[in-house]
């Protein structure tokens, strides 16, 4: 079953639980509720938004991620469920011993499959399609001569050449919506390794003693494309700033219909294979890791 997101933004509301389903009240009437087994993700974006700790708790047990966006509408906090997972000590003791040719090996592939998504955003006629395509063969394990680094300078120039851009985190327009994208893919991501009994907080590469989610760092690479190509699609018809409808477009990343293994399905249902193919990998019983790519 495809998870639902459900996003709170236009109006205030109390969050609560009866008979096992999301509330959602005004003026102390329910107007709305939905199953918490359905949720996937909630992402709240009003600062009158209130909560009961029985609706929270419900949500986590179901789950769901609670997403809490802060006054610049980017999200600030995740609310993650404690893995309900039969081996979560195993694998975290998994994660925590993974060799380091393995992990290296691993961000090879990822940094691989990443440019070859920025290679597929660019138009067929770009000279840069083409320089990027040429960097992937040079990518070498733990990606040691940083070829990200070279291939996203080639990507940003070729992005968008329509309109003047320069990628800067603190800045609005595309970059907020670009931001506002990749943080959305970054909780669902976070999710779904907590899901599968590991840990987001001990990455591959990303190694940061204050960020928590290391891991969903590394595993969203491949995924920023998908972002980069929907706000560019957006921008195109006439989105120029995070408006609600913005993000509510931004949301339908969720369900993009990718393709793993020859098999088609929502994004957001085929991280769960991808995190198990992740587990496989770091149990030295395979040693590609699966990465869905979206559907043409």
Known sequence: MIKRTVEISREA????????????????????????????????DHPGTTYTHAALRHLAESNAAVVICGVNHLPAAILLPIADHSEVVWRLQEQIAAPKPVCKRLWR????????????????????????????????????????????????????PEVEFRRDPDRGGLNAQLNYGYAVLRAAIARAI????????????????????????????????????????LH??????????????????????????????????????????????LRKEQTALEIPVPCE
């Open 13 to 44: 509301v109390h969050l609560g639980l009866r008979h096992k389903q999301l509330t959602f009240k005004r003026d102390g009437e329910i107007v709305h509720s939905i199953p918490c087994e359905e949720i996937g993700m909630v992402v709240v």
């Open 109 to 160: 592939q990822i940094v691989c499959a990443k440019i070859d998504a920025q290679a597929a955003v660019l138009p067929d006629s770009c000279g840069g399609r083409q320089r990027l395509k040429a960097l992937i063969s040079h990518v070498k394990s733990g990606d040691t001569s940083n070829v990200e680094a070279r291939a996203a300078k080639i990507y940003w120039q070729y992005w968008y």
């Open 194 to 233: 907590v899901s599968a009994g590991l840990t987001p907080a001990i990455g591959l590469h990303h190694r940061n003693r204050a960020n928590p989610f290391c891991l969903a760092d590394d595993l969203i690479e491949p995924f920023r494309p998908m972002v980069d190509e929907r706000v560019r699609e």
């Open 236 to 281: 195109r018809q006439g989105y120029d700033s995070l408006s609600q409808e913005c993000k509510g477009e931004l949301l339908k990343l969720l369900t993009q219909q990718t393709t793993l293994g020859g098999e088609k399905g929502p994004w957001m249902v085929q991280l769960h294979r991808m995190l198990g193919s992740l587990v496989r990998c």
